[in-house]
């Protein structure tokens, strides 16, 4: 059984990086400002409480963030309590005092699972870039022109996690000439 902080200084321990927020709207702005991988919140915060809170973000327009999982962590153990936070987008409900070694499990769980869905969209994304470049070519399309016209694709497709440096080169072996 431990508390928030001590849950905290855990997460830090198994190599997480932690950020404390002290009240609802502060949440909301290291949210924004870091966009964490998963939030833990406690539904009682000054100001803004955490259902207020989870509300806010699962209403954000910017649809990644949405994605955004929240365990609601919290000492009220009611049903009403647990209805409200699942229907204000928490994903998880976890009651004081914390257990550990089931929060790990948890977070573990949800983080692994949010990596394969990650992976799953950007695979789709890239299958549609692969398909929208495909058509964009003819038959008799010259490669370095099929190459060049990809390579556009690729560089301005925003999702598309690149190196921010390196060059790319084409070389025309007929012509011997750089594009």
Known sequence: ????????????????????????????????????????MDADMPGMDGFQVCRH???????????????M??????????ERAYAAGAE????KPIHWAVVRQRIRLILKRQQAETAARYAYQSQLLINS???????????????????????NTPWLPLAPHGTICLLDQETSQRS
């Open 1 to 40: 059984v431990v508390s928030l902080d001590l849950l905290g200084q855990m997460l830090v321990n198994q190599g997480y990086q932690v950020l404390n927020a002290d009240n609802g709207q502060e949440a909301i702005e290291l949210f924004l400002q870091h966009r964490p991988d998963l939030v833990l």
């Open 57 to 71: 973000l699962r209403n954000h327009p910017d649809a990644q963030l949405r994605l955004t999982p929240i365990i």
């Open 73 to 82: 962590v919290t000492a009220l153990d009611g049903e009403a309590s647990v």
């Open 92 to 95: 998880e409900y976890v009651t």
């Open 133 to 155: 470049m495909l058509k964009g070519q003819g038959a008799g399309t010259p490669l370095v022109e099929a190459l060049r016209f990809c390579l556009c694709e690729i560089l």
